[in-house]
T-cell receptor, first 111, second 114 residues
């Protein structure tokens, strides 16, 4: 079992719709959760982090964390063509400097 | 602007010819990381430094080595590149303090092995 699992996609959504991305993790000691966006041929860019159960909103992005179920999700509201990218989920344990990454979900927003 | 810089952005080398990739940061972060990322795969951690303390991942091949001469700079040396080492190499940094471990990535170096 991989430490961090994501659906590889592609997830295709029409412009203006909500894109919903899911991530599950196996280590119950995980404390910090991150979403990175990676455009093709570019490096990952941090877009959201969440440490507590519940929802965290930042602009059009909402991260949701449920530690009991060991999943974290990312919602992208009012999806734009510029949101077309691969989204990487990453987790780490408390005071652990290392991140475990999922392989990413590719999102395509249709104009 | 504070940032992570990688040079070169594109590197072409021949099979078996040593290559060095560099990373510098102006974030004054304690921790620096090197990742290898192949197409459609997750970034794979090769090693990281906390200050001068070097930490090698168990499955990182001996062909890969690293140096961190000071806080700002870190180098990745590939002693004898093989075709399987063609990948994007990502440098990242983090503050290394407390519970929060946000990592910030440089633009990456795309390595081609001929």
């Amino acid at each position: 079992q991989k430490e961090v699992e994501q659906n590889s996609g592609p997830l295709s959504v029409p412009e203006g719709a909500i894109a919903s991305l899911n991530c599950t993790y196996s280590d119950r000691g995980s404390q910090s959760f991150f979403w990175y966006r990676q455009y093709s041929g570019k490096s990952p860019e941090l877009i959201m982090f969440i440490y507590s159960n519940g929802d965290k909103e930042d602009g059009r992005f909402t991260a949701q964390l449920n530690k009991a179920s060991q999943y974290v999700s990312l919602l992208i509201r009012d999806s734009q063509p510029s949101d077309s990218a691969t989204y990487l989920c990453a987790v780490s344990r408390s005071n652990d400097y290392k991140l475990s990454f999922g392989a990413g979900t590719t999102v395509t927003v249709r104009a | 602007d504070a940032m992570v810089i990688q040079n070169p952005r594109y590197q072409v080398t021949q099979f078996g010819k040593p290559v060095t990739l560099s990373c510098s940061q102006t974030l004054n972060h304690n921790v620096m990381y090197w990742y290898q990322q192949k197409s459609s795969q997750a970034p794979k951690l090769l090693f990281h430094y906390y200050d001068k303390d070097f930490n090698n991942e168990a499955d990182t091949p001996d062909n890969f080595q690293s140096r961190r001469p000071n806080t700002s700079f870190c180098f990745l040396d590939i002693r004898s590149p093989g075709l399987g080492d063609a990948a994007m190499y990502l440098c990242a940094t983090s503050g290394g303090g407390g519970d929060y471990n946000e990592q910030f990535f440089g633009p990456g170096t795309r390595l081609t092995v001929l």
